[in-house]
């Protein structure tokens, strides 16, 4: 096994500290939204350290925003080819695909998004979305549900949940979840109206039992 040497180390630690500095100051440019000078940078980043996903993520953020969806994705799908395990990427292309109404493919993009990170709420919110224009519902509350367990006061995540839950004729789930939700925002007309047909489902649900 080849000993690596300490010029190799302060090498490797200049250009990590160089690439770094790029990315910031691109991202600086990127909120100013001065496109032009933040993909000077984000280039720079990219020939310097070309197997990083950083610059591309960038590259793709500032296409996105100046309304270039094609070139955002062709970033971000460099960024996903150079690190399989990059949820920006994921995320990245879902918000291209669904912007576009191509629903399958940002239902699939979101996924991988949440696979890698759970914690993702962009991602999880355009899952949700996406899944309600599909009809697909039993990932999302999986997904849901794993981020409500590390955000418990969620109010609106846990509202989007409580839909689905009415939606898949969760009734019991949903009107727990509906409840909680109207503790904390007692005058949401959407959780009040919704709390109201899931009541009615349960007691019609109660009087069939019965009879």
């Known amino acids: 096994m080849r000993l690596i040497e300490p010029e190799e180390v302060d090498r490797a630690r200049r250009m990590a500290q160089a690439l770094e500095r790029l990315l910031e100051i691109g991202d600086c440019y990127a909120a100013m939204e001065n496109f032009v000078r933040a993909e000077q940078y984000y280039h720079q980043a990219a020939v310097m350290v070309p197997d990083h996903p950083g610059p591309y993520i960038g590259l793709g953020v500032i296409a996105l925003q100046a309304g270039e969806g094609e070139k955002a994705l062709r970033a971000f799908k460099i960024a996903a080819d150079i690190a399989p395990d990059c949820a920006e990427a994921y995320n990245g292309m879902g918000m291209i695909h669904h912007e576009h109404r191509r629903y399958p ?4 993009m ?3 998004c949440l696979e ?3 914690d993702n709420l962009i991602a999880l919110l355009g899952l949700f979305q996406t899944a ?5 519902f039993s990932k999302i509350i999986y997904y849901l549900e794993a981020y409500l367990k590390q955000h418990p006061e969620d109010n609106s995540v846990l ?3 409580a839909t689905l839950y009415a939606r898949e004729g969760m009734d019991i789930q949903a009107k727990a979840a509906l409840l909680t939700v109207l ?3 007692p005058d949401k007309p959407e959780a009040v109206e919704l709390l109201q047909k899931v ?3 349960l007691a019609s ?3 069939r039992e019965v009879a």
Do not use: D
């Open 110 to 112: 979101y996924l991988k």
């Open 159 to 161: 509202f989007c949940l």
């Open 205 to 207: 649900r109660e009087k």
């Open 183 to 185: 503790a904390g925002e």
């Open 132 to 136: 309600c224009r599909m009809g697909t």
């Open 105 to 108: 493919q940002a239902f699939e």
């Open 116 to 118: 890698i990170n759970s």
């Open 199 to 201: 009541e009615e489902n």
